[in-house]
């Protein structure tokens, strides 16, 4: 039995593509509220543009994640070609390239630093 004949996989990935769509909607729509909340407070107006960006980079990646995935299982269930096979590794290429850009622009430092930052902030 193919992967092609399974229909559910091809729900699995039409749903999560959906997710994803929808996660970053709900992402930008969020950072906006929490923006504007931040800009009514008097102490926070100077934090809130850092703020919005942090969380609107958050929404992006996590609705990145989820099409990444949809797009890993649309492949596998399609006839594998060259053709699709180079495409899907286009599309990881890039949408990985967006992920560790913006991880860079929210933390401030490459993600496979993450470690060395948390052991700096233990020892103060």
Known sequence: MALTDIPLLAGAA???EIA??????A??????AI???D???PGERRRAYDRLRANLGRG???GLELLVGADIIFTITAPLTFESVGLLAAIVVIRTFVSVSLEMEIDGRWPWNRAEHKGEAAQR
């Open 27 to 32: 992402g930008v729509l969020t950072a906006i």
């Open 39 to 41: 800009l009514v407070r």
């Open 35 to 37: 923006f504007a909340r």
């Open 60 to 62: 992006i990646l996590l």
């Open 14 to 16: 039409r749903a999560l």
């Open 20 to 25: 994803g769509v929808l996660v970053i909607v």
